[in-house]
């Protein structure tokens, strides 16, 4: 069964980074897009940021540009977000995701996910 698992997730100040990790079960994974999404309680699941397969083009949700960088590792099958600055309106479950349908630009639209993660919880608090 195919699968994606994150880790990393966890308590942090404001202001402060963590650093999110996704490994994929299977080799194919390394030629999808794949990104991150997050939930907060009581709201959708919102769209964070995507790469490429060959992480030649990305995509960020407008929350987190200048603040997180998406990157990956297809010798690891692992997609990482690097999350800086951290604000309280951060804090969610954050989901891996995969598309094999689609590229970085279109991963944004939850249709358009094939694979998703289980969740990793992000709290951030003082």
């Known amino acids: 069964q195919v699968q994606l698992v994150e880790s990393g997730g966890g308590l942090v100040q404001p202001g402060g980074s963590l650093r999110l990790s996704c490994e994929a079960s299977?080799?194919?994974?390394?030629?999808?897009?794949m990104g991150w999404f997050r939930q907060a309680p009581g709201e959708e699941r919102k769209f964070v940021a995507a790469i490429n397969w060959d992480s030649a083009h990305t995509d960020y949700a407008a929350s987190a540009k200048g603040r997180f960088t998406i990157s990956r590792d297809n010798a690891k099958i692992t997609v990482d977000l690097q999350m800086n600055s951290l604000k309280p309106e951060d804090t969610a479950v954050y989901y891996c995701a995969a598309s094999r349908r689609v590229g970085p630009y279109a991963l944004k639209f939850l249709t358009n996910i094939d694979y998703w993660g289980q969740g990793t919880q992000v709290t951030v608090s003082s």
């Open positions: 299977r080799r194919t994974f390394s030629s999808y897009a």
